[in-house]
C-alpha cells in the first residue's frame, strides 16, 4: 500500500500514552503507511501521496463510546410532549419512551434496519466519529435482539466507521412482561445471553439500571451471568436518581459507567477505587431540557478517568454531533477544552478497551484522523453547531471529504 505523507500540519493535538498527557505540536508531518501512523515529525522526506493540510488544525478521530442506533423511526412525538410539560419520565409510564421504538424493530425487517442504521453511521462519520459503540435495546426479545445485532454486524462489514456492538436487552420491561419482572431478567440470562454469546456479535453487556427499570439485584445477575458468556459489563447508572448503581459498577468492575447525574459520593468513590470509566453524556440533559450535569469537577477531583459520548437515540438524546457534546461539556460542565478532546478520544477508546489501536495519533496506531478547516483547537467547541471539517481519514484512507 502506497504510503501518504500529512504535511503542513498547523496545530496536531492528542495523547500522548508515553507523556500520559495531551500535547499540542505545531508545524508537524504525519506519514502515514498500511493504515498506520509510522512517522510524526517534521521533515520527514517524501511518501507516494502528500496531502497539504494548509495549516489547519488535526485531531484523532472522535470515539463515540455510548449510542442505541438501532431503531426505526424518531419519536419527535415525545419532544413536543415534553416542550408540552410532560417529563421524559412521565412519558415513559404512560407506555412511550423505550417501550415506544420496540414495537418497530420487532416488526421491521432486517434489511430496513439495515438502510437505516447505514444513514445514521454515514452522518456520523461526516461529523468526525470513526469509532462507534452501537446498542441492541430495542427488541427486548431473543429475536429481535439478535436482529439488531446482525444489523449492526452487517453495517460494520460495509461502512467506513469501526462499530462496536453491545447487548442490551436489559434496557427496560417489555410489556408482555410489566408485572413480571423477574421472569423477565430470567430471559435475559436463560436465554438472550446464551443466544448473544453464540451468534458472536456483541463485546459488552449493558443494563439501565434505575427505578423503574433494573433494580440493584436484577442487574447484578445479569451482568454477572453474561460475564460467565465473555460479554463484559457496561451500565447505565445514577441517570435520574441514587440508586447504588455507582456502587454496583465498582463491585463488578464494569468497563464504563455511564450517565452519573446523579452520582453519590460513595458510587464516585467505588468508581475511583474499581478503576470504572465514567462516561459523561451531556447531550441527554440538554435534550431532555434538565439542568443537572454530571457533576464533571467532582468526578475529576476524585481521580475517575472520564469519557465522553453522544447518547444517540430516538427518545432522550437525538444528537450525533461529538464536536457539539464538546460544547456542552465546555459550557456546562466546565471540561477544559484539552481534556475534552481526550474524554472524545483517547478515554473512549479505552472505555471500549481499544486504545491500543486508536484514540490518539501516535506511532503504530491506526491513522483515524480529522484535518479540520480551522487552526485551533479551542474553535471546535466554540463554534458550538458548525462542525468545520474538511476530511476524516479512517484507518489511513479518505472516508469523507468536505
Excluded at 185 to 206: L, R, S, T, Y
Aim: glycine residues 8%; hydrophobic residues 40%; charged residues 25%.
Amino acid at each position: 500500500m502506497s504510503s501518504i505523507k500529512l504535511s503542513n500540519i498547523g496545530q496536531l493535538i492528542t495523547y500522548d500514552s508515553e507523556a500520559k498527557r495531551m500535547i499540542s505540536k505545531d508545524n508537524s508531518e504525519i506519514v502515514i503507511h498500511n493504515r498506520k501512523i509510522l512517522e510524526i515529525g517534521n521533515n520527514l522526506g517524501d511518501a507516494d501521496q502528500l496531502i497539504d493540510c494548509n495549516g489547519m488544525l488535526v485531531t484523532p478521530g472522535f470515539v463515540d463510546s455510548h449510542t442505541h442506533p438501532v431503531f426505526l423511526n424518531g419519536r419527535e412525538d415525545e419532544f413536543k410532549m415534553r416542550i408540552e410539560g410532560k417529563s421524559y419520565e412521565d412519558i415513559a409510564a404512560a407506555g412511550g419512551g423505550i417501550i415506544n421504538s420496540v414495537n418497530d424493530v420487532r416488526e421491521s425487517s432486517e434489511e430496513e434496519l439495515i438502510l437505516r442504521v447505514k444513514d445514521r453511521m454515514d452522518r456520523f462519520l461526516k461529523l468526525g466519529t470513526t469509532t462507534i459503540e452501537c446498542k441492541s435495546g430495542y427488541g427486548l426479545n431473543t429475536e429481535s435482539e439478535l436482529k439488531s445485532l446482525k444489523v449492526i454486524h452487517e453495517v460494520n462489514k460495509s461502512h467506513d466507521i469501526d462499530m462496536v456492538a453491545t447487548f442490551m436487552g436489559a434496557h427496560a420491561f417489555p410489556k408482555e412482561f410489566v408485572q413480571k419482572h423477574d421472569a423477565y431478567v430470567d430471559i435475559i440470562c436463560k436465554e438472550m445471553i446464551p443466544a448473544v454469546a453464540k451468534q458472536g456479535i456483541a463485546k459488552f453487556n449493558d443494563v439501565f439500571c434505575e427505578d423503574g427499570y433494573f433494580n440493584l439485584e436484577q442487574t447484578r445477575k445479569i451482568l454477572l451471568e453474561g460475564k460467565k458468556y465473555g460479554l463484559i459489563p457496561r451500565m447505565h447508572a445514577a441517570e435520574f436518581t441514587d440508586s447504588g448503581s455507582a456502587v454496583l459498577a465498582g463491585d463488578l468492575k464494569s468497563i464504563s459507567a455511564d450517565h452519573l447525574m446523579a452520582v453519590s459520593d460513595e458510587g464516585i468513590e467505588a468508581l475511583k477505587r474499581n478503576e470504572v470509566i465514567a462516561t459523561l453524556l451531556p447531550g441527554t440533559t440538554f435534550f431532555l431540557g434538565k439542568t443537572s450535569y454530571a457533576p464533571y469537577k467532582k468526578l475529576k477531583h476524585a481521580g475517575v478517568d472520564i469519557a465522553l459520548a453522544t447518547d444517540y437515540n430516538p427518545g432522550s438524546c437525538h444528537i450525533q454531533s461529538m464536536s457539539f457534546i464538546l460544547s456542552l461539556a465546555c459550557i456546562y460542565m466546565n471540561m477544559d477544552i484539552m481534556n475534552a478532546i481526550k474524554a472524545s478520544t483517547f478515554t473512549a477508546a479505552r472505555s471500549m478497551m481499544l486504545e491500543g489501536e486508536i484514540g490518539s495519533i501516535e506511532k503504530g496506531k491506526y491513522a483515524d484522523i480529522i484535518i479540520w478547516n480551522i487552526n485551533r483547537v479551542e474553535q471546535i467547541p466554540y463554534m458550538v453547531t458548525d462542525q468545520p471539517i474538511q476530511c476524516v481519514y479512517k484507518k489511513g484512507m479518505p472516508a469523507f471529504i468536505a
